[in-house]
T-cell receptor, first 116, second 116 residues
Framework: DVKVTQSSRYLVKRTGEKVFLECVQD?????MFWYRQDPGLGLRLIYF???????EKGDIPEGYSVSREKKERFSLILESASTNQTSMYLC???????????????FGPGTRLLVL | AQSVTQLGSHVSVSEGALVLLRCNYSSSVPPYLFWYVQYPNQGLQLLLKYTSAATLVKGINGFEAEFKKSETSFHLTKPSAHMSDAAEYFCAAGRTYGGSQGNLIFGKGTKLSVKP
């Protein structure tokens, strides 16, 4: 079974703090993704990566950065947390295959972040 | 722009009744299509995926979905609802164009409630 783990299930931070959210997958997947989930808005893609050291902006990258130093690990960084970044953050991965196997993503349990 | 629309943010059914969750996609080319389920405080779990091999797709937990190209729809059904089906359901489509081809576009989700 694909296993995607996230470092924290719940996190409380103060405005202005630097926040690191870690994601690790154990299936040797090339592709990794970070989403935020907000009620009524569904999932929105923040950043993604198709390979080590590689990153691409998603639909809402402002206020975030990412790091991918190892294949299995993809970190999301909030440089200076703000209250409007209070959300559920979901990490996902998928293999570098063609067709539907490449598109089907496997998700971690999520990190619920509260910024005060 | 490519999009996924889920009709109804909340659906309520009685235990034993038919479950029907609606999803329409917009794309000139039929994309790969997916349904995910999210139980409270958990990540997303893949329910089923459409690969063009068959228009009726069976998934886990007794769910199935039918792809109808003429209606650009991929509705999710289950003949008889169980209390354990109460969750949020997301329809997603693979992007069919551009540099992020293959990335998923999500609908806003439908929360399913099951009454005893």
């Amino acid at each position: 079974d694909v296993k995607v783990t996230q470092s924290s299930r719940y996190l409380v931070k103060r405005t202005g703090e630097k926040v690191f959210l870690e994601c690790v997958q154990d299936m040797d997947h090339e592709n990794m993704f970070w989403y935020r989930q907000d009620p009524g808005l569904g999932l929105r893609l923040i950043y993604f990566s198709y390979d080590v050291k590689m990153k691409e902006k998603g639909d809402i990258p402002e206020g975030y950065s990412v790091s991918r130093e190892k294949k299995e690990r993809f970190s999301l960084i909030l440089e200076s947390a703000s209250t409007n970044q209070t959300s559920m953050y979901l990490c996902a991965s998928s293999p570098k295959l063609s067709g539907v196997k490449r598109t089907a993503q496997y998700f971690g349990p999520g990190t619920r972040l509260l910024v005060l | 722009a490519q999009s996924v629309t889920q009709l109804g943010s909340h659906v309520s059914v009685s235990e034993g009744a038919l479950v029907l969750l609606r999803c329409n996609y917009s794309s000139s080319v039929p994309p790969y299509l997916f349904w995910y389920v999210q139980y409270p405080n958990q990540g997303l779990q893949l329910l089923l995926k459409y690969t063009s091999a068959a228009t009726l797709v069976k998934g886990i937990n007794g769910f199935e979905a039918e792809f109808k190209k003429s209606e650009t729809s991929f509705h999710l059904t289950k003949p008889s609802a169980h209390m354990s089906d109460a969750a949020e359901y997301f329809c997603a489509a693979g992007r069919t164009y551009g540099g992020s081809q293959g990335n998923l576009i999500f609908g806003k989700g439908t929360k399913l409630s099951v009454k005893p």
